[in-house]
């Protein structure tokens, strides 16, 4: 059997209840069910400590039981701290003009296209156009990647040469605390 387990520090608040973990801090609360993972990992909660526990001693369970411990350590981690995400605005020729609305970041004037671009906002994060910056940021680690990601894939160039074509949405900054 594999176990591992995580200090919980003071401040946050850890329920468990079967694979549904809740994680509650100064910054807020996540809540995550960890249900792939039924058959090889069990998650328990001793004291002060959350445990994960693998029920046979296979490779595949040791990578399981450390990838549950990971997603526990970032939610800890996001409702004490936070996270925050940069991306900087890129162009040569047509200036690419932000707007965020209804949920969904929208991009206009990239390579002079008049249709805009949209890129979707995941769950309850915060972004924000300064200047050529785009700051992301959140307390669910998922979220925060997921919509950066979004934002930046919302902008790939398909059928030109990238060395010439640089315009773009770029993460250049990944932090953590908001």
Not at 145 to 163: F, L, M, Y
Request: hydrophobic share 35%.
């Amino acid at each position: 059997m594999v176990s591992r387990e995580i200090e919980v520090p003071e401040g946050v608040e850890i329920e468990i209840s079967g694979y549904k973990v809740k994680v509650k801090g100064p910054k807020g609360e996540i809540e995550k069910e960890f249900k792939i993972w039924k058959k090889n990992v069990e998650i328990k909660k001793e004291n002060s400590k959350v445990k994960v526990v693998g029920k046979d001693e296979r490779r595949k369970t040791k990578a399981m039981v450390g990838t549950v411990l990971a997603h526990i350590r970032n939610m800890i981690k996001g409702v004490t701290q936070g996270y925050t995400y940069r991306l900087r605005i890129v162009y040569s020729h047509f200036p690419i003009s932000i707007k965020i609305e209804n949920g969904k970041v929208i991009i206009q004037n990239f390579l002079g296209e008049r249709t805009p671009r949209i890129a979707e906002i995941v769950g309850n994060v915060k972004v924000e156009v300064k200047g050529s910056d785009v700051v992301v940021s959140g307390i669910d680690k998922d979220e925060v990647s997921q919509t950066a990601a979004n934002i930046e894939q919302a902008c790939r160039i398909v059928g030109k040469d990238r060395r010439r074509f640089i315009d773009g949405i770029y993460i250049y900054s990944k932090e953590v605390g908001m």
